[in-house]
């Protein structure tokens, strides 16, 4: 400010003759004063974002330090894979589920990478099991550099037709992700894993974490639907076990942040449709109980209400179930 006043002193000059010459030089002291309050915000911005990943324990200058990139929009290198990598045998019964008992345009994870940007650095992203590509859509227009890749073909042919055109989507399997090893800042996913193949699990959370810089970020049901799609239905500490030992730490600070509890839900509902999913050869069996708690699921747009929310009753957390990692460090850089 000190500088700007000093600059607006010579606007009232003696005489004509150095009024010419004080205005080319207030010219000049402005373009300079506006270069530094610039250069000040700027650096008072970079100062923000430093101290915001110094003091917010689940976004750390480390996690700053694994990411890549943070303004580009090209495509992250490919590997070659073969026809047989890019499906499974059970890809047609998805093909059914999208073409119907799913509603239209939904978007199951929304809600979940909306908050994720609020809370997390990332830029160049994979939606992990994308579905209608409705994730990819929202992270795109929020400018991620984001991209998919579902199991269903007819789903994307269906609702994503311009994605697919455009290279942002495709049909692949996650034992088989088409990604050079540390492509994305983060993987995301919703609501994927506990369709898949107890046979295939290794290998889809190795792949899930080779392609990541850093964060592998999810929600995994634990409750049975009762049609049989859920076919991947483990307790949250098998889970946890492993991605470890796949080489990813959970993100414990940003879990604390985004997993909602029964506690929160007042008055304290009434457990009820009791059911006990799990294996008791892997992981064991655990009880899930529905409580009373509204939620939209799905875009704003679409209105679909649903009353019921499923809990865990050992610890009392609440669905969406959240499960975020970071890749460890010697994995990034020995890969």
């Known amino acids: 400010m000190r500088g700007l006043k000093h600059c607006l002193s010579w606007c009232v000059p ?38 915001h990943a110094a003091h917010v324990p689940w976004d750390t200058t480390q996690d700053r330090l694994q990411l890549g990139d943070q303004a580009t929009f090209l495509p992250p290198k490919r590997l070659s894979l073969s026809a047989e990598h890019k499906s499974e045998a059970y890809s047609g019964v998805y093909d059914g589920v999208w073409g119907g008992a799913y509603p239209k345009l939904s978007c199951w994870a929304c809600h979940f990478y909306g ?14 099991g994308c579905g209608n590509g409705m994730g990819v859509r929202m992270l795109r227009g929020l400018k991620k550099n984001a991209y998919g890749v579902e199991l269903s073909a007819a789903a994307l042919a269906q609702d994503a037709p311009d994605l697919l055109k455009q290279g942002f989507v495709e049909q692949g399997s996650l034992r088989s992700l088409p990604f050079a ?26 792949e899930l974490i080779r392609v990541s810089r850093r964060h592998i970020l999810l929600s995994i049901s634990l409750k049975d639907t009762l049609d049989g799609l859920h076919t991947l239905l483990r307790p949250r500490w098998w889970w946890e076990k492993k991605f470890k030992q796949h080489g990813a730490s959970v993100n414990f600070p940003l879990f604390k942040v985004l997993q909602r509890t029964n506690a929160s839900i007042y008055p304290t509902p009434a457990p009820y449709l009791c059911q006990q999913p799990g ?21 704003n747009t679409q209105g679909v209400v649903r009353n019921i929310k499923f809990m865990t009753i050992s610890n009392g957390e609440v669905e969406p179930w959240y499960f ?5 460090k010697k994995v990034h850089e020995s890969i």
């Open 14 to 51: 003696p005489s004509p003759v150095v009024r010419v010459g004080n205005i080319i030089l207030l010219s000049a002291c402005l373009n300079v004063y506006l270069a530094s309050a610039t250069q000040q915000r700027t650096s008072h911005a970079h100062l923000r974002t430093s101290d």
């Open 115 to 128: 908050r994720l940007v609020e809370l997390v650095q990332f830029h160049t992203v994979l939606d992990a």
């Open 279 to 299: 294996s008791a050869a892997a992981g064991g069996k655990f009880d899930v109980c529905g409580v009373n708690d509204t939620w939209l699921v799905g875009l």
């Open 181 to 206: 090893d540390n492509s994305f800042d983060a993987v995301l996913s919703g609501d994927v894993l506990e369709h898949i193949q107890p046979d295939m699990v290794d290998q889809v959370v190795s």
């Open 324 to 328: 975020v990692f970071r890749k460890d």
